[in-house]
């Protein structure tokens, strides 16, 4: 099963409040347990693990990986970085909270399959609109849970992240294992070209999606569906972003900050974009392994010196790769939201949220770069900047979504790069 | 950032003795800070007035001073030592409002003494209800409606703005919510406003809106000086708004917020603890959230490490106190080691990949009279925890963690049933057995809807309740399938509930469960959700695929702690355990630590060599046991808890260490004890063992009444009384118990006015030593729980101590005792007779291990591991020059309109010790630790029943002496001018106006003798005591007492008060 995801429309409240109304009901969604369907996870090396299937049946192929964010499992679910990817989660109870249209990072799950150790029998919270259950099974995601997530946790991290299939169509562990050591890993895979929007378009044009959501009761919060919302500040630059694979709360979190922005697929020629005279440019997190994207790096090269530039995650890789350096497969990656970082320059210390399985090797940057942020776990690189250009990059997720807000200021450090640049 | 060097010295304050609201989690905390700030090369100066407590100990402080905590008495301290540092945030709400007085005072700016973790300014801005609503504002958070009163007209005021019932009434500064409560009704609320104001140091109470039935969350942050902050936990309430956060069950992490609203509390958290300003350390946020819209409102901080900072250490491995500690010396976060992973630094925030449920435990079986509903006040004396894979395995867990003899949820043989209203009422206020509830009504088909909308839990623990329910259903059938069973355990189902669906015994249960190949597994607590390998050893059982238990191949000896605090059963018994563990580490063992109490010292990771976080039943530890094999088990430190395990252990085949467990049937089981005595030629009050009502009215007639009737193999005096006649026996048996063949009920002549004396002694088989023989100065019949007692004796002569000595010697041999013993014996007319003997730990050890200098628990512990007394240089009795007085402190105030008054059931929670160099001067400091002080002037009531008058006219006459003014209703007062002394006539109640109530109302009364007239109290008297104890006026209830009182008092008119470490008493 590679590309789309056939039986999942786009986005749309209505359908999702409708859904709600029927599977919200507790009696409904109250799973049979012991009636259950066997699904089977088969790793590379031959580790098998048996649980139930939820959501969708089916056979699934990936990488599998965990995070260990102990809340946000929808915007997991949903983030176009975990393409390829199957996801376990630390955490073992989850589906508590249901699904809700304004958590969703993309338009559909991009998970190849999704494990847990228990799924929950409600979702028990005011802004949820539809179980995990039944979201998974509309967009055709398979889950297993009733596994002993923390065993397969253990196996990874001493194995290291590797092929999985997941399986509810098998009875033999022995063919699901096949199935996993026959399938396409990580390393090499383009996934960009998956989740890339064909055309460019202009995100939020009516400053409507971006509001910042909260339940503070304050002045000038509109009241709307799900929650208050604070209102926008006025646009103060129009920026290009590279959409490899976005994650809707970066572009809400630029528009916060007085950006306007014209999102274009990853194929764009650098031309194509400094021909929208934007005034700078934003790189995108993404899925896949950033060494394939040699399209990419071309265009960026091109673009650094010529305009102040920000990358996340993937785009921060893409930056790396433009300066002449490069990436190398972390053994099971960072994905949770508890990952310390410093900042070199100031001493300071935030917690992040993480999603990469790649990172860049200082050694192979040039000498005008320089790193600026370090993981405090492991000391690999979680961020730079161009010494003498408006250029920088982190490797974690300032917007968050899920996971702490706390690095969400490089939003305005690029503002005021931009403003200073000008 | 280096560690700060512009001070060397730092004053530590501890919490005091164990109270309500105030357990032995700060001892845990005071121990790690003492440890990281002696580790950093800091000299630490300790006061704690609570000598049960680990961080007491000699070696954890440079400078122990067991003093109580006053301002008056630390301020001694500060002019003697000369600190140049006081950090005041690790020893709870008792050390932070010591600090503020003294800070408010003057002394610390006098003496260049800098607060350090929280300045005065922060504390203020969190404590004070107004300060901290105005901060909360300025950052945009918002807080419950509310007004602050500080008479009852202001109060009227407050609740007509906010405009209507139910209103929440928060006096400001008192602990655990102390005198708070909700009023539904104008009646109510006048009452309840009143009792604040009265109860609130500064006169304040807060006016609230109701916030009942929204959904509550804690969250403990800690920040550094270069304002680095992070979650250490994030804690779900099961129970909703309007149960004490103390009082609730309680789940971490939070199961029931999106991302989006637990990111927007974690933010909220972090500006919370910016604006009030706490520099470096640890702070507790509550915040409740609306279920229906998801409004966040702020609830309170506490700008210190609190009993949630312990629950979330425990909960995350992530130690607090240690880490505020190294904050508060100017690390950050960064430069500090997680000790669990070694590779990463504390600068992160702790994933969990389990879940947590904390259960609090209650002891209304001590107070039959006190309301049981669970509101904002705190009435907890205890909690356990457990870890489980899923919330239904950790919940059961906890369940039988409490030791309430429930075995989960339900259908554990113990369920009490309710009828269909007794249920609602049950689901609907707030009550001990609500959980229970719970699965009653899920059971007998109540909807998860009609339960939340009768109760407000979150639908997701009632969804989860009701799985537990549904799986319950199929465990019959699981018998023949090793699948179902796996899954059942799973489910958090104990042996004992499976051999109830099965038809089967608990142990039968078990073998067919092992006969299956279902055997629990250990997984690590390791703060990063298996993200890094871990090398702390610390464990929680499940049912999953792996075993993460490393084998040492080292000789072991697992020790069994002793499972949730409960009266009786406390901080020191922990304190034992934690000695045994150092001891046997010496010696070389490898120590493994089991136990389900949070708030402990035991429980800390770095106490033991591993650490298995498990409930305390014979399931939990015979599994550990057949996992690690250890060479030895001690059940002799926990208290009762496994003493009661210790027979199943050992059927089962498990190496009991120390005494064996036949010796303490022997001493335990009436008949043979008393073979055993007859044998020696000691004397026992006459008495038997009864089975039932005919066996013990029998019994009863033969010793002669008063008799003194309990159930066997208890602890804290659980049931006991002193009966005075048959019709009394009668009503005791068929009511107070359930006497059995299995369960005897003990009848003993209860000897009048007897001194009580109690002895802990060590024994190796071939030498036996007294640590200390301690005269109680309450006559015997009243628990030695409650009693005050004092090393040396005062009043025995050599001859009694002398056959007290020998007594004890030759019962620890007959016992054959390897390890400690505890004899209580009374003393009458110089005659000993021995009252019981238990060969274990007792609750006196490290209160005599802190007189005598020599800890008792570990020599004990190194006994029981084969050394010998002669070989550790143990083997002569030491007689201190010194007087040592221990007090026991209770929680009456807690229990409005509870007589005070003490009996043979145990009901302090804590207590204090005062040392010096004379009795008087002992009594006074231990007076003084206790709360409330002995006073110098002012008025003294005297109140004393007819037989007891003569000493009353000595005790009056001393008390006339120093100036005191003296009040006596008219029979004592007759008797007390009959021998010339002057004494005002005071108005019983219901004789007329004002009464000797309106005087204690009034607080015109300094000190309150007032011993109880007869079998049956008389209810002006329990008024007038109970109304005293909540006014803080002292009540002393017993004439020895009061004998001790006036001592005292006239020890501190000449002397006054000196402070001296422990250190200086022992030589150290």
């Known amino acids: ?422 | 950032m280096p560690r700060d060097t512009s001070f060397k010295k730092i004053l530590l304050i501890g919490s005091g003795p164990i109270i309500i609201g105030q357990g032995c989690e700060f001892d845990y905390s005071g121990v790690q800070a003492c440890k990281a700030l002696k580790e950093e090369g800091y000299e630490v100066i300790l006061v704690n007035s609570n000598p049960a407590t680990i961080m007491t100990d000699p070696e954890f402080a440079h400078r122990t001073y067991i003093e109580p905590i006053t301002p008056e008495v630390v301020e001694r301290i500060i002019e003697r030592e000369k600190p140049e540092a006081l950090l005041p945030t690790l020893g709870g709400q008792t050390a932070l409002n010591c600090a503020m007085s003294l800070f408010h005072s003057g002394v610390l700016a006098k003496h260049g003494v800098r607060m350090i973790g929280a300045n005065a300014e922060a504390i203020h801005k969190g404590e004070d209800r107004q300060a901290f609503k105005e901060a909360m504002q300025k950052i945009g958070l918002e807080v419950a409606r509310s007004g602050t009163a500080h008479t009852m007209e202001d109060a009227r005021k407050a609740a007509a703005e906010i405009g209507n019932f139910p209103l929440v009434i928060r006096p400001a500064f008192t602990l655990g919510g102390m005198g708070g409560g909700i009023a539904y009704n104008r009646e109510e609320f006048e009452e309840i406003v009143a009792r604040g104001l009265d109860l609130s140091p500064v006169s304040e109470v807060l006016i609230e809106e109701s916030l009942l039935g929204w959904k509550e969350f804690e969250m403990e942050v800690m920040r550094d000086r270069a304002d680095n902050c992070v979650i250490v936990c994030s804690i779900e309430n099961l129970d909703p708004m309007g149960v004490h956060t103390g009082d609730s069950i309680t789940v971490a992490p939070i199961q029931t917020l999106t991302d989006k609203e637990y990111q927007f509390m974690r933010d909220a958290s972090f500006a919370v603890i910016r604006e009030i300003g706490v520099e470096t350390g640890g702070s507790n946020i509550q915040f409740c959230v609306h279920p229906e819209n998801g409004r966040v409102i702020v609830i309170e901080m506490n700008p210190r490490v609190s009993r949630s900072s312990a629950l979330a250490s425990k909960a995350t491995g992530f130690p607090i106190a240690k880490i505020a500690a190294k904050l508060a010396v100017g690390y950050t976060l960064d430069e500090v080691k997680n000790d669990i992973t070694r590779e990463t630094p504390a600068s992160f925030e702790p994933s969990i990949d389990y879940v947590v449920v904390k259960i609090p435990r209650f002891t209304f079986e001590k107070f039959p009279l006190a309301d049981a509903t669970l509101t904002t006040q705190m009435k907890s004396v205890g909690e356990t925890m457990a870890i489980g894979r899923t919330f239904k395995e950790a919940m059961q867990k906890a369940l039988r963690g409490l030791e309430i003899k429930r075995f989960g949820l339900l259908a554990d043989g113990a369920e009490k049933a309710f009828d269909a209203a007794g249920l609602r009422k049950r689901l609907v206020v707030p009550n001990v057995d609500r959980i229970f509830c719970l699965g009653q009504a899920l059971a007998g088909g109540m909807s998860v809807e009609e339960i939340y909308d009768l109760t407000k839990i979150d639908r997701w623990f009632l969804e989860h309740l009701r799985a537990i329910v549904e799986e319950q259903k199929q465990l019959k059938d699981a018998i023949g399938s090793p699948e179902k069973i796996r899954r059942a355990k799973k489910f958090g189902f104990s042996d004992r509930q499976l051999g109830i669906a099965w038809g089967k015994t608990e142990l039968e249960a078990r073998a067919i469960r092992k006969a299956a190949g279902v055997v629990p597994n250990y997984r690590l607590v390791d703060t990063c959700a298996a993200e890094f390998e871990a090398y702390t050893p610390y464990y929680y059982s499940g049912y999953g695929d792996e075993n993460e238990r490393r084998e040492s191949g080292k000789r072991k000896v697992i020790i069994l702690g002793g499972g949730p605090n409960r009266i009786g059963q406390g901080i020191e018994f922990d304190y034992c355990c934690v000695h045994a563990a150092f001891a046997l580490k010496e010696m070389g063992f490898e120590t493994i630590m089991v136990n389900s109490n949070p708030e402990t010292v035991s429980t800390d990771y770095d106490t033991s060599d591993k650490l298995y976080f498990e409930p305390l039943t014979l399931e939990d530890t015979l599994n550990i046991c057949e996992e690690e094999k250890p060479w030895g088990v001690i059940v002799q430190f926990g208290g009762q808890t496994p003493l009661n395990l210790a027979k199943g252990l050992e059927d089962a085949g498990v190496p009991i260490i120390g005494t064996s467990p036949k010796s303490i049937e022997r001493a335990e089981n009436r008949k043979l004890f008393s073979a055993m005595l007859d044998e020696l030629g000691i004397k026992q009050t006459p008495g038997g063992t009864a089975s039932n009502e005919a066996e013990a009215l029998e019994v009863a007639r033969r010793v002669g009444y008063p008799v003194l009737v309990r159930p066997s193999f208890v602890l804290g005096g659980r049931a006991m009384e002193r009966v005075h006649n048959e019709e009394d026996l009668r009503r005791y048996i068929r009511t107070a118990v359930e006497a059995s063949p299995d369960h005897p009920v003990l009848v003993d002549h209860f000897l009048e006015n007897a001194t009580e004396v109690d002895v802990d002694c060590i024994c190796d088989g071939e030498t036996a030593v007294l640590g200390a023989i301690m005269e109680h100065i309450e006559e015997a019949g009243i628990h030695s729980g409650d009693s005050a007692c004092v090393i040396p004796p005062f009043s025995l002569s050599q001859k009694v101590m002398q056959e007290i000595s020998d007594a004890t010697k030759r019962m620890a041999f007959a016992l054959e005792v390897r390890g400690l013993m505890n004899v209580q014996f009374a003393v009458k007319d110089e005659t000993v007779y021995v009252l019981e003997v238990n060969p274990r730990a007792s609750r006196t050890v490290p209160f005599v291990s802190k007189t005598i200098g020599v800890p008792l628990a570990k020599i004990a512990a190194k006994v029981m591991a084969g050394m010998k007394l002669k070989d550790l240089g143990f083997t002569q009795e030491i007689h201190p020059d010194h007087f040592s007085v221990k007090e026991a402190v209770f929680p009456f105030i807690k229990f409005p309109g509870v007589d005070i008054v003490l009996g043979p059931e145990m009901r302090s929670t804590g207590e204090v010790m005062g040392i010096d160099k004379s009795l008087g001067l002992a009594f006074a400091k231990a007076q003084m630790a206790a709360q409330p002080p002995l006073p110098q002037s002012g008025n003294v009531f005297i109140s004393i029943p007819d037989g007891d008058k003569p000493k009353a006219v000595e005790l009056a006459r001393g008390f006339a002496e120093l100036g005191f003014t003296l009040f006596a209703t008219h029979g004592t007062a007759a008797a007390l001018k009959a021998a010339g002394i002057s004494a005002k006539r005071l108005h019983k109640i219901g004789e007329g106006r004002p009464n000797a109530l309106d005087m204690v109302k009034n607080g015109e009364m300094a000190l309150i003798i007032n011993t109880p007239s007869g079998k049956i109290a008389r209810e002006d008297e329990v008024k007038i005591r109970s109304t005293a104890n909540s006014a803080r006026i002292p009540v002393v209830t017993t004439l020895r007492a009061a004998d001790a009182s006036l001592e005292g008092i006239r020890a501190i008119r000449e002397h006054g008060i000196s402070v001296r470490t422990l250190q200086e008493f022992h030589g150290i």
């Not at chain 1, 029998?121 to 297993?144: F, Q």
Request: hydrophobic residues 35%; aromatic residues 10%.
């Open chain 1, 1 to 422: 099963m590679t590309g789309g995801f056939p039986n999942c429309e786009p986005f749309r409240r209505d359908s999702i409040v409708h859904a709600w109304k029927f599977y919200s009901n507790p009696s409904v969604v109250w799973l049979t347990l012991g009636t259950y369907m066997r699904a089977i996870l088969a790793l590379e090396d031959g580790r098998t693990f048996i649980g139930e299937s939820f959501g969708a049946g089916g056979v699934s192929v990936g990488e599998v990986c965990f995070n260990t964010s102990m809340s946000g499992y929808q915007e997991v679910l949903t983030d176009p970085s975990y393409r390829g990817q199957i996801v376990a989660m630390t955490v073992p109870e989850v589906g508590n909270y249901g699904i809700n249209a304004l958590d969703a990072e993309s338009d559909q799950p991009h998970v190849r399959g999704f494990v847990i150790e228990e799924l929950s029998p409600v979702a028990s919270n005011w802004r949820s609109e539809e179980t995990l259950d039944h979201y998974l099974k509309r967009c055709g995601v398979m889950g297993i849970q009733g596994i002993d997530t923390r065993a397969l946790t253990r196996h990874l991290r001493d194995k290291g992240a590797m092929k999985g299939c997941l399986s509810t169509e098998d009875n033999a562990a022995e063919a699901v294992v096949a199935r996993a050591r026959a399938g396409v890993g990580v390393v090499g895979q383009d996934f960009v070209k998956e989740v890339t929007p064909s055309v460019a378009f202009d995100w939020d044009p009516d400053s409507e999606l971006s509001r910042e959501w909260t339940t503070v009761p304050q002045e000038g919060v509109i009241q709307g569906v799900g929650g208050g919302f604070k209102p926008l500040p006025p646009v103060r630059h129009q920026i290009v972003a590279y959409d490899f694979g976005m994650k809707r709360n970066i572009l809400r979190r630029l528009r916060q900050e007085g950006f306007s922005v014209r999102v274009v697929p990853a194929g764009t020629s650098a031309e194509e974009v400094l021909a929208l005279k934007p005034e700078g440019v934003f790189l995108s997190n993404g899925p896949g392994d950033p060494a394939a994207l040699t399209y990419v790096h071309e265009n960026i090269r091109k673009l650094v010196g010529k305009l102040p530039v920000f990358g996340i995650c993937l785009g921060h890789q893409m930056l790396a790769y433009a300066f002449g350096g490069k990436t190398f497969k972390l053994k099971f990656g960072h994905r949770g939201g508890n990952q310390p970082v410093k900042d070199l320059r100031t001493g300071k210390v935030t917690i992040t949220s993480q999603n990469h399985g790649f990172a860049v090797d200082p050694e192979s940057l040039p000498g005008d770069v320089e790193v600026t942020h370090l993981n405090l776990n492991d000391n690999t690189v979680e961020g730079m900047r161009h010494r003498s250009l408006p250029v920088f990059s982190v490797q974690y997720h300032p917007e968050a979504a899920p996971g702490p807000n706390d690095a969400g200021y490089f939003f305005s450090q690029f503002s005021e790069l931009i403003a200073s640049a000008k």
